[in-house]
């Protein structure tokens, strides 16, 4: 199933743009100057919502004219495009995955989903969760071929790896040229700290490690 | 308009197809999908997270009922996604030097494509074709897809290490700990902030 990559799924939607000639601004216009105001890093809907890797959320105002003697054409409405790569193990695979991670995006953050998406043409609203569903799988594109480099790993696995990768690397910084009994005890402990330490929240910048100065190429 | 998050680029293009070319494209999709080492070069390219080729039939634009109206359109369209990490230059031009053959092989079947070499050419087509991105949201911006594929290495290192670390004498300890700071040394790297390009 081309939407499925490993226990990644790659989620195409395009939602058509209320036309109305009398709003103004445009419809499309109030979900580009929502969007410019929406937070990317932790308070984001996607970052408060769990199982999303990386998210875009486009207004596609028209199809391109590549020139002649290629025909010009137009579309009929403009489409917001909502592509997301998102968990979905193998054993969720196919809508129950899917309606899962919608009602979790649904239910963490309902008034900035409908804030978006109440410029699309027949969209619902949150509050009726049945209706939502059916209406965002309604716009959902089946994609074609979907490429994810790591593909059986989840966010939260990500995190924590990212986490191990830096607390390693300053673990074994300070920890060069030690006696075997020490570094032993050091490690264990430092192993359970790092275990119980909790994981990372998504969309966190990782604190900057001081800048080591007095290199040989400096 | 935000194309960059962290250390992540949010490409869009989208490309006018005769219809009966799609069908040429979705066979190469099958075997690309299906005989894994033809992704080789986009697994080693290394700097592409996630990136999704989509064909929209020219009568299978969503269509939720009144008051939108049905597209009339007389092309396919072929929209491809792709998170990167790098510039857009640096990647267009990896792209043109690296991927060309497989790039033209999906991209020949859309309308005025010039090919992928020579790149002012082929940058020009990409520039036409793309659109920007309004909202652009990632889990972990200051990770590229290598911090990543290393993290999970260092990851899967550790546990092994950490599975018997208690139960060993210093000494072996010791060994099984200088094996593995030799097995993750090449995946430590720092993630951060991305550094200034142009």
Not at chain 1, 12 to 33: F, K, M
């Amino acid at each position: 199933m081309p939407n499925q990559n490993g226990s990644v799924y790659g989620l195409t939607l395009l939602c058509p743009i209320i036309n109305d000639h009398r709003a103004s601004p445009s419809h499309d216009l109030q979900i580009r100057a929502y969007l410019a105001t929406l937070p990317t890093g932790p308070d984001s809907p996607f970052a408060i919502a769990p199982h999303t890797h990386l998210a875009r959320l486009v207004v596609m105002d028209d199809v391109v004219f590549v020139g002649a003697p290629a025909r010009e054409e137009h579309l009929k409405s403009k489409y917001l495009v909502f592509e997301a790569n998102i968990d979905c193990p193998p054993h969720a695979i196919g809508t129950t995955g899917l309606d899962t991670y919608l009602a979790g995006l649904a239910m963490a953050a309902p008034q900035q989903l409908d804030a978006i998406w109440s410029h699309c043409t027949g969209y619902p609203g949150t509050a009726n969760l049945q209706a939502f569903l059916h209406y965002m799988k309604a716009c959902q594109i089946e994609t074609t071929f979907f490429f994810a480099a790591t593909n059986d790993k989840s966010v939260t696995q990500t995190l924590k790896a990212l986490q191990t990768q830096r607390a390693v690397a300053d673990f074994i910084a300070t920890h060069q040229g030690k006696d075997p009994a020490e570094l032993q005890r050091d490690f264990l402990a430092f192993s359970q700290k790092l275990i119980a330490a909790p994981t990372p929240k998504p969309a966190v910048p990782a604190p900057q490690r001081p800048m080591q100065t007095g290199g040989r190429n400096e | 308009m935000s194309n960059i998050n962290g250390k992540v680029y949010a490409m869009n293009a989208i490309t006018p197809m005769r219809p009966w070319k799609t069908w040429i494209l979705r066979a190469i999709f099958f075997i690309l999908g299906n005989v894994k080492p033809l992704q080789s070069d986009l697994i080693n390219l290394s700097f592409i997270q996630f990136a999704r080729w989509v064909i929209i039939p020219r009568n299978s634009f969503p269509f939720v009922g009144a008051p939108q109206q049905r597209e009339l359109l007389e092309y396919d369209y072929l929209l491809f996604f792709s998170n990167f990490n790098g510039t857009w230059n640096q990647y267009i031009d990896a792209f043109s030097a690296v991927l060309s053959k497989g790039l033209d092989l999906v991209w020949k079947w859309s309308e005025k494509f010039p090919g992928s070499t020579p790149v002012t050419i082929f940058k020009e087509y990409i520039t036409r074709v793309q659109f920007d991105t309004d909202y652009y949201y990632t889990a972990y911006p200051h990770a590229t897809a290598n911090d990543v594929k290393n993290a999970h290495i260092v990851q899967q290192t550790f546990d092994a290490l950490n599975r018997n670390a208690a139960t060993m004498s210093p000494d072996q300890f010791r060994e099984a700990y200088l094996q593995f700071v030799l097995s993750v040394q090449t995946h430590l790297g720092a993630t951060g902030e991305a550094p200034i390009v142009f």
